[in-house]
């Protein structure tokens, strides 16, 4: 494939997130998140792992910098642990949390490799849910400015590329609704708060690192997953919208316009939390780029039973190998369907309503049953074929005049996948959890190859 909207200054890099790959819970000073609680809670994780040790990449800093050197990555996204910084999500400073994020950006620079960091990808501390019930309370807001500040001071004379919050629509709905996230609860109040407390978080923390740093990037990742009609009936139409405002609008439209989606927020009546006066202007504070994270599609059908939304939302299973729907469509390990499309849609969608912003693609791949062949590699066909079309997709959008500047491949190595634990595999690296041996996929090479041959490295 020819990939014509790649210029040499694009950003090739991939992803991670530190509950997902560092292991060491309760290493040197850090505190419990409300993960830590949540994956050891019995049910609650496939096959009830944990991430007590993951990828242990709290211990091997070194390798793992080295194997993102041999891919030709030009940047890395990861995010900081807060109750790594600060135990208790409030007080005290752990020195020894700030001396390991110290040497992984230290060693990342050393092998001109960009880091970009993540302040909030889902491991709240805690003791913040328990003692303010995270961000349900707007207190917790002002105790994500002051971890902010603390990163910023720290991190910040080498760090120029900070992401406030990953995903606030995962975090509040799979947290808080569905109760299928940490800390497992299942109520539409708390979601609804939780997600303007979220953004009015970002706001808070986009001008706090502008004020420190003022020549630093500073965004937001957003997912976005495009909702189609089941049928062409006028109930699936009706359904499939008021679905995209659940999922989509629901962040991108507070960010851009200042206001929440009109007919889900007539709904949701009885939910919302109190605005006050100022804070959508935090929330739509100027940011320098959007981060979008994409992976499929999903379609909504009529019923008139489901509460607020009026819809079943489908697409998405969880079997236990990747296979071939009833459609003849490709869906990976996950169950999500393969579908480029939907990421030119996502990008145009960015595009319009935010008056088109310098986007990056912060996470896109896929999940497939990988495993080590006789000769010692992973002959990952079917990741290469998704990265492919997903890329050329990417690239089209460029040419169609989306500011699209880089794209962060999830992820950089199996890791521990939230509720699936460690039984779903999204990296470019294949770990074997037992000796944390690493192996480079055959994705992986086909991404070092393009790096290459767009960029020479």
Same mark, same amino acid.
């Given at each position: 494939m020819e990939y014509n909207g790649f210029t040499k200054d694009f950003v090739f890099g991939s992803a991670s997130a530190a509950f997902q790959i560092e292991g060491a819970v309760s290493a040197d000073?850090?505190?419990?998140?409300?993960?830590?609680?949540?994956?050891?809670?019995?049910?609650?994780?496939?096959?009830?792992?944990?991430?007590?040790?993951?990828?242990?990449?709290?211990h091997k800093i070194e390798k793992d910098v080295a194997l993102m050197k041999s891919i030709g990555l030009s940047a890395y996204r990861f995010s900081i642990s807060w109750p790594r910084i600060m135990p208790d999500g409030e007080g005290l400073v752990n020195e020894k949390g700030i001396s390991f994020y110290n040497k992984l950006?230290?060693?990342?620079?050393?092998?001109?490799?960009?880091?970009?960091?993540?302040?909030f990808h889902w491991d709240l501390p805690l003791a913040l849910q328990k003692k303010y019930k995270g961000f349900q309370n707007r207190k917790v807001v002002d105790l994500f400015g002051e971890f902010t500040r603390i990163a910023v001071e720290r991190f910040g004379d080498r760090v120029k590329n900070w992401i406030t919050i990953n995903e606030p629509f995962e975090f509040s709905c799979f947290g808080h609704l569905l109760g299928t996230h940490a800390p497992g609860l299942k109520s539409p109040r708390a979601y609804f708060h939780v997600m303007h407390?979220? =953004?009015? !978080?970002?706001?808070?923390?986009?001008?706090?690192?502008? +004020?420190?740093?003022?020549? /630093?990037k500073v965004g937001i990742v957003i997912s976005m997953t495009p909702i189609h009609p089941a049928t062409d009936t006028p109930k699936d139409k009706s359904a499939a919208k008021i679905a995209n405002e659940f999922m989509n609008d629901i962040t991108l439209m507070p960010l851009y316009k200042g206001r929440y989606p009109e007919e889900l927020w007539k709904r949701a009546v009885l939910f919302r939390p109190k605005i006050k006066k100022g804070d959508m202007d935090i929330i739509t504070s100027p940011a320098d780029f959007i981060g979008l994270n994409y992976y499929s599609r999903e379609k909504?059908?009529?019923?008139?039973?489901?509460?607020? =939304?009026? !819809?079943?939302?489908?697409?998405?299973?969880?079997?236990? +190998?990747?296979?071939?729907? /009833?459609?003849?469509?490709?869906?990976?390990s996950m169950g999500w369907e393969i579908y480029p499309e939907g990421l030119r849609e996502c990008l145009h969608h960015i595009k319009e309503t935010g008056n088109n912003p310098d986007i990056y693609i912060t996470e896109t791949g896929g999940a497939f049953d990988d495993e080590l062949s006789p000769d010692g590699t992973i002959k990952d066909e079917l990741r290469t074929s998704l990265l492919q079309k997903y890329f050329k997709a990417a690239s089209t959008a460029i040419e169609e005049g989306v500011n699209l500047k880089g794209i962060f491949?999830?992820?950089?190595?199996?890791?521990?996948?939230?509720?699936?634990?460690?039984?779903?595999?999204?990296?470019?690296?294949y770990v074997d959890y037992k000796t944390q041996k690493r192996t480079i996929k055959d994705s992986g090479y086909w991404y070092k190859k393009l790096i290459g041959e767009i960029c020479g490295r």
């Open positions: 000073g850090k505190g419990p998140s409300i993960w830590d609680k949540f994956s050891n809670t019995k049910g609650k994780i496939r096959n009830n792992d944990t991430a007590e040790k993951a990828c242990d990449h709290y950006i230290d060693e990342l620079i050393k092998n001109d490799i960009t880091p970009w960091v993540t302040l407390n979220v =953004l009015l !978080a970002h706001g808070k923390a986009l001008r706090i690192i502008k +004020k420190l740093s003022p020549e /630093a909504a059908s009529f019923k008139w039973y489901i509460p607020i =939304l009026k !819809a079943d939302i489908s697409g998405s299973s969880t079997p236990e +190998k990747q296979f071939i729907d /009833a459609e003849g469509k490709q869906r990976t491949l999830w992820s950089l190595m199996d890791n521990y996948e939230w509720a699936e634990g460690l039984s779903k595999r999204f990296g470019l690296i």
